[in-house]
Structure formats: structure tokens, C-alpha cells
């Protein structure tokens, strides 16, 4: 099943947040930015369909987008940090390192994604469509 969400339009969209899903891989295919994703447990969302995989192609407007990392300085229990700026090819490897897509904020042409792998990852992208599409596993 597959749902497309346009972010470009007079009213915001509100595409289903795959809250805890595991990032498998992240590829750019053309113009897309394409999230493969999956469940481990039973699926938390009836608005997610009930699937356990799911991929999610962000149509970009512009192939530059931003990524940052969390990082402390190396005094343990320090609370306070700061945001880092890595390099766009760094996206591809991320998936390595049991990465969760937790949420997203959705604004007129654009999408802040916010991940996890041992620190919180923010991605910053320009998309004008965002297509959903659930896999039903046997």
C-alpha cells in the first residue's frame, strides 16, 4: 500500500511518525531520499497499517541537506552539549549503528528528522512530497 504526503500545499500534511522503527539503510535514488524501515515487536499504530516494514521516499527539492550530531564533551555525566555538523555522505553509514527514526516536524517544503544511535542525529531536509509505502509481511 503506498500513501503520498505533499508538503507544498495549502494545508500541512500529517504523515504517521514511525516511531521507534529501526533504519535498515538509507539510499538516494534520483531525486529521492529513500528510508528503508522495520519493526522488531508488535506495530505501535494502527496508522501505521499494522506493517512491520516500511519505506519512506522523500521527493527532495534540493539535493543538499543538513545533518548534525549530538555530541558532549568528554566529561562523564555532563549534561550540556552541543550539535555537530557532519558531512552529507556520512548519511549512508548511519544505518550501522542500530539506528531509530524517533520523530519528525513537518513545515511547508520541508522536514526536520530526528534519529538515534547512541546520540540524537538531526537531519534538516527540503522535500515537496514524502510517499509511504507498507509491506505486509507474512
Avoid at 497499517?49 to 545533518?67: A, G, M, P, Q, S
Avoid at 544511535?117 to 537531519?123: K, L
Amino acid at each position: 500500500m503506498k500513501e503520498v504526503y505533499y508538503l507544498d500545499g495549502q494545508a500541512r500534511p500529517v504523515p504517521p511518525v514511525p516511531h521507534d522503527y529501526k533504519v535498515n539503510s538509507i539510499s538516494k535514488e534520483g531525486e529521492y531520499l529513500v528510508f528503508e524501515l522495520s519493526y522488531e515487536g508488535n506495530c505501535p499504530s494502527d496508522e501505521l497499517h499494522n506493517t512491520k516494514n516500511l519505506t519512506v521516499r522523500y521527493h527532495l527539492i534540493d539535493e543538499v541537506w543538513f545533518l548534525f550530531k549530538f555530541v558532549k564533551p568528554g566529561i562523564l555525566f555532563f549534561k550540556e552539549g552541543a550539535y555537530k555538523g557532519l558531512q552529507q555522505d556520512d548519511t549512508f553509514k548511519l544505518p550501522n549503528n542500530n539506528l531509530e527514526y524517533l520523530y519528525h516536524y513537518v513545515g511547508f517544503t520541508s522536514i526536520i528528522i530526528e534519529l538515534y544511535s547512541n546520540t540524537r542525529i538531526v537531519m534538516k531536509l527540503d522535500a515537496d512530497y514524502i510517499e509511504y509505502e507498507w509491506h505486509q509481511v507474512a
